[in-house]
């Protein structure tokens, strides 16, 4: 089991930056999906982005195309989150996902196995 923890998140005005950070515990990152989502309250948890285990393919929600960019540091055990131009509906807690084996659906959260406590984003208007 990947121990993941996010950092990073915190109160921003609308338009505001934020970039979030989720360390792994396990050596072979490199080898796993990351992604990340999140869920606001009384809503569902929802995709937000994703990135392979090389870095060179990311996949992204509509809502954050543009705005967000997800990276990977892999000889830091770490993946990325920089949001720019937050709105209130961002606001949400945000988690770190790792992947550990091979699947082609990078938007559903049930093909992820390993999971972060969340960090808390909250974007004021």
């Known amino acids: 089991q990947v121990q993941l923890v996010e950092s990073g998140g915190g109160l921003v005005q609308t338009g505001g930056s934020l970039r979030l950070s989720c360390a792994a515990s396990?050596?072979?990152?490199?080898?796993?999906?990351m992604g990340w989502f999140r869920q606001a309250p009384g809503k569902e948890r929802e995709f937000v982005a994703a990135i392979n285990w090389s870095g060179d393919s990311k996949y992204y929600a509509d809502s954050v195309k543009g705005r967000f960019t997800i990276s990977r540091d892999n000889a830091k055990n770490t993946v990325y989150l920089q949001m720019t131009s937050l709105k209130p509906e961002d606001t949400a807690v945000y988690y770190c996902a790792a992947r550990t084996y091979y699947s082609s659906n990078y938007y559903s959260g049930r093909e992820y196995n390993d999971w972060g406590q969340g960090t808390q984003v909250t974007v004021s208007s």
């Open positions: 396990d050596g072979t990152f490199n080898r796993y999906t």
